[in-house]
């Protein structure tokens, strides 16, 4: 029978006992980190310094036609440096599309193993990191183009929603707030719908080898078809980040932090660089653990609708007051 307490705990004996697919959740955090803030790419005042290197101290900068610009002229006038620095940029983005493609892997990674652990008869799978990430998967690139659709979604929503704040920001207007109140009232269970939408999508794309347009429409079916379902799995989730995070402030701000303050005081920098290093780890950890979780959850639910077809928690309370 379907349950949302048996959905859970299965999803957390899978995440504890199989400590491999942290790494995974850890790298997985890569890409999904992100998605509900705006990348600016403007700037808005100078106050970076006159010369090149100083600007280049913005990360906004990088991003706006000024750069191309200045880096044209130092082409032109320091060739040298200009060759280095077109060598560092092509580095840089190097970089940046082996860390994307590492944090696509892993997504791929935590779904095919909590697939393959909960559907196995073996009490226990040999997880391997290497072959996760190394193997040809041409899954990878439907995972982009979903996470793309979705980043650029969530911007434009967000966009839209800013337009009656910068009207605001100006002037007040009361019919500004009830723009910005309608439009939160619209947009923000439309990003939610979207987000759950997606999650869908890339389970079907890996556990089913969907396209990316036949994903997006299993997607939207099923969503449409579970959306109180997924709303509460949704809900229970935010729930259980919320806590997690709770804990983890009050393990730094009661145990860890009174500890840093007297090694500032009496000086103590190499321990103190420990204790910091600590604190990072135990947050690292928790989100990757946290994202294997969550990533385990939104998979069973996904075979289990397969299956099934199942009932929210307040559609079965409602039916049996009737």
């Known amino acids: 029978m379907f349950s949302y307490r048996s959905i859970l705990s ?8 199989y400590k491999k697919l942290w790494i995974f959740g850890a790298l997985a955090m890569i890409l999904s980190a992100g998605g509900e803030y705006q990348i600016l790419t403007k700037i808005l ?33 320091e060739p040298r440096l200009g060759f280095g620095l077109g060598l560092l940029m092509a580095l840089v983005i190097f970089v940046a ?3 994307l493609w590492v944090s696509i892997k892993s997504q791929i990674s935590i779904i095919e193993w909590v697939k393959t652990i909960s559907t196995s008869k073996k ?12 193997k040809y998967d041409n899954k990878l690139w439907s995972i982009l183009g979903l996470n793309i ?3 650029a979604g969530l911007y434009l929503l967000f966009m839209i929603m800013s337009i009656p704040l910068i009207y605001l920001f100006f002037q ?33 794309v890996v556990l089913e080898k969907d396209s990316f347009v036949t994903s997006i429409e299993k997607g939207i079916k099923i969503f449409s078809l579970n959306w109180l379902v997924s709303l509460e799995i949704a809900i229970l989730l935010f729930l259980i980040n919320f806590l997690a995070g709770l804990l983890i402030i009050f393990i730094i701000s009661i145990i860890l932090l009174p500890v840093m303050l007297t090694l500032i005081i009496f000086n103590f920098l190499t321990p103190l660089y420990l204790l910091i290093a600590v604190g990072l780890l135990i947050i ?25 077809d199942v009932k929210a928690k307040l559609e079965r309370v409602f039916k049996r007051r009737q």
């Not at 009490?123 to 190394?134: D, V």
């Open 172 to 204: 007040d207007s009361s019919l500004a707030i009830l723009f910005y109140t309608i439009f939160f009232t619209i947009f923000l269970p439309l990003a939610i719908s979207m987000a759950l939408i997606v999650k869908y999508a890339m389970i079907a």
């Open 45 to 77: 005042n100078e106050d970076y310094g006159s010369g090149f290197y100083n600007k280049l101290q913005s990360g906004s900068y990088m991003f706006s036609s000024p750069f191309w610009s200045d880096f044209g002229r130092v082409c032109l006038t």
């Open 97 to 99: 599309f082996i860390i």
């Open 149 to 151: 659709v979705f980043k």
């Open 123 to 134: 009490k226990e799978q040999k997880i391997s990191i290497w072959e996760g990430l190394s």
């Open 10 to 17: 299965r999803a957390w004996k899978i995440t504890r006992q």
């Open 284 to 308: 690292i950890l928790t989100a990757a653990i946290l994202m294997t979780f969550q990533t385990a959850v939104w998979t069973i639910l996904f075979e289990e609708i397969k299956k099934d």
